[in-house]
């Protein structure tokens, strides 16, 4: 049957910034290899989540209601051969101008389409500062309950010294969600024109994806 390894936490308090626990390691990789501690079976894994409360709020602090769903299993498929890659350059001209959230073309990047949402004053939850997103841009043709780990690496291009602003992250893409930063970077930091960030009102933004695993078996390489 295998061994189980469980850990857990008395609480850990999820919101828009804190995305995730707070738990770093579940177990050491070495004890996780060990071919006789039975985690590994014909190269599979088996992670699972277990809630056993959850105390919700709202910003408008009005009541959340909590829909019970039953067991839900999905597979995770990781590329074993050669990841898939690629990478997007956005160009604008008239940066200064901006003054509400703008969207990049969209671009396609291992068989999905995807787009960059940017808010150039920031978004609700930023803090003075530029907020940068990565969207699917048609996620209703993911098949249902299924998703993508992706590696995504956002760069705000420095035109002078090549000293970008960079910010990199994994996340599981399903559904409609985007993921980003919404302190991407300090808005003084962005307009000072000794760091290259803007060059007139010109300022690029870049992408690189890399799709690192599908819950979708079809998708895997």
């Keep these: 049957m295998g061994n189980s390894c ?6 850990c308090s999820f919101n828009v910034k804190k995305t995730h626990s707070e738990k770093l390691c579940m177990i050491p990789l070495e004890e996780l290899l060990k071919s006789s501690s039975d985690f590994l079976i014909d190269d599979s894994c088996v992670f699972g989540v277990r809630i056993l409360k959850a105390a919700l709020s709202s910003p408008e602090k009005k009541p959340v209601v909590v829909s019970k769903k039953p067991i839900t299993e999905q597979k995770l498929f990781l590329q074993k051969k050669e990841l898939i890659k690629g990478a997007y350059t956005w160009t604008m001209d008239n940066y200064l101008d901006l003054k509400h959230p703008v969207v990049s073309s969209a671009f396609e990047i291992g068989g999905h389409k995807w787009y960059i949402n940017m808010h150039p004053l920031g978004d609700q ?37 090549e000293k970008h602003n960079i910010q990199q992250g994994r996340f599981t ?12 970077i300090p808005l003084k930091t962005l ?30 390489a």
């Excluded at 530029?130 to 705000?156: A, F, N, Q, R």
């Excluded at 024109?193 to 819950?215: E, F, R």
């Design 191 to 220: 307009n000072d024109p000794s760091k290259g960030y803007l060059v007139g009102s010109k300022c690029i933004v870049k992408a690189d994806i890399t799709i690192i695993g599908s819950s979708n078996n079809g998708a895997s």
């Design 125 to 161: 939850y930023s803090t003075k500062s530029l907020s940068l997103y990565l969207h699917l841009h048609d996620p209703s043709k993911l098949p249902s309950e299924s998703g993508m780990m992706i590696e995504v690496t956002l760069s705000i291009v420095d035109q002078e010294h």
């Design 173 to 184: 893409f399903a559904g409609k969600n985007g993921w980003g930063w919404s302190n991407f």
């Design 6 to 11: 469980v850990t857990g936490a008395p609480s």
